[in-house]
């Protein structure tokens, strides 16, 4: 359907579930002069080539920040202290008496939050969880930031550290070759059995099927994940089977005001494209 529609375009406006590749460059045509994205991520267009043929690339970062941390703090919390699970026991009966360590999870207080890539997304995360007593934050990325860091006293840890300290794992860092597949078998392995692992960022930063495997075998306590590899995840995926997985399907910027600013992002950074202007957030390449 891209493919029939694009042919002859001077202006491309993508979703993220969009793979603009080679095939849909070549379709347009050398017509095309822009292409604004909807989305704060770019790892579905093919940059480098994009880049070759001299095509700006518009996006839309900053307006996401809120929502995304908002629900990678849902989603921790959901996993954390079983909320869904807790939800099924009351509508499928199996709420019958109080019993004292009946859906017990783990709270945040005095916690150690470790956090993969303190950006504008994990800053945000850290903002809203200190309130909630968190004893204290590390976390890892491409390089220290020390003036980010310090409204949270975080730590600059390596990843393995990271993994092996932290009693919550929030990985919001960007997908990049570096970070394709970084959290694997080595590393939940690392982690805490009591720990959670939550994942806002992009499903390729995991590799699910060790996921899985330290799930169902008690390596960690439970997960939260609003992005899968592939996206939508198919129903009979085993991660579906788990209680201790909470997943969604990709929702962290599904606030009416963001969706709405986001639109407006994307289509004048394609207008402005379009007339040679300046964007109002374009994509250095």
């Known amino acids: 359907e891209l493919?029939?529609?694009?042919?002859?375009?001077?202006?491309?406006?993508?979703?993220?579930?969009?793979?603009?590749?080679?095939?849909?460059?070549?379709?347009?045509?050398p017509g095309l002069k822009?292409?604004?994205?909807l989305s704060v991520g770019f790892d579905h267009l093919?940059?480098?080539?994009?880049?070759?043929?001299?095509?700006?690339?518009?996006?839309?970062?900053?307006?996401?920040?809120?929502?995304?941390?908002?629900?990678?703090?849902?989603?921790?919390?959901?996993a954390c202290r079983r909320l869904p699970e807790a939800a099924e026991q009351v509508k499928s009966g199996g709420w019958t008496t109080w019993k004292p360590l009946w859906m017990c999870g783990y709270g945040l207080s005095d916690s150690t939050v470790g956090i993969i890539g303190l950006g504008r997304i994990g800053q945000a995360v850290a903002r809203r969880l200190k309130p909630f007593g968190v004893g204290k934050f590390l976390y890892t990325g491409s390089g220290p930031k020390p003036e980010?860091?310090?409204?949270?006293?975080?730590?600059?840890?390596?990843?393995?550290?990271?993994?092996?300290?932290?009693?919550?794992?929030?990985?919001?860092?960007?997908?990049?070759?570096?970070?394709?597949?970084?959290?694997?078998?080595?590393?939940?392995?690392r982690m805490k059995k009591t720990s959670v692992f939550v994942n806002t960022s992009r499903g390729a930063v995991v590799n699910q099927e060790?996921?899985?495997?330290?799930?169902?075998?008690g390596k960690i306590a439970a997960a939260g994940l609003d992005v899968t590899t592939p996206e939508p995840l198919p129903t009979d995926h085993p991660l579906l089977s788990l209680k201790n997985c909470v997943i969604l399907p990709h929702i962290g910027s599904a606030t009416y005001a963001t969706r709405s600013t986001m639109a407006v992002v994307a289509a004048n950074n394609l207008l402005a494209g379009l007339r040679g202007e300046p964007m109002p957030h374009e994509l250095k390449l």
Request: aromatic share 6%; net charge negative.
């Open 46 to 78: 093919a940059l480098d080539e994009i880049k070759k043929r001299g095509i700006r690339v518009g996006y839309t970062p900053d307006v996401l920040t809120d929502a995304t941390a908002e629900l990678s703090v849902a989603l921790l919390l959901s």
């Open 148 to 189: 980010s860091a310090a409204e949270f006293g975080a730590e600059f840890v390596p990843l393995t550290r990271l993994a092996e300290e932290s009693d919550f794992v929030v990985v919001t860092c960007a997908l990049t070759p570096a970070t394709q597949g970084m959290c694997n078998k080595d590393f939940f392995g």
């Open 210 to 217: 060790d996921l899985y495997e330290a799930l169902a075998h």
């Open 34 to 37: 822009v292409i604004s994205t």
């Open 3 to 29: 493919l029939a529609g694009v042919a002859g375009t001077r202006g491309l406006l993508c979703l993220l579930s969009d793979r603009i590749d080679c095939e849909v460059l070549d379709a347009a045509g």
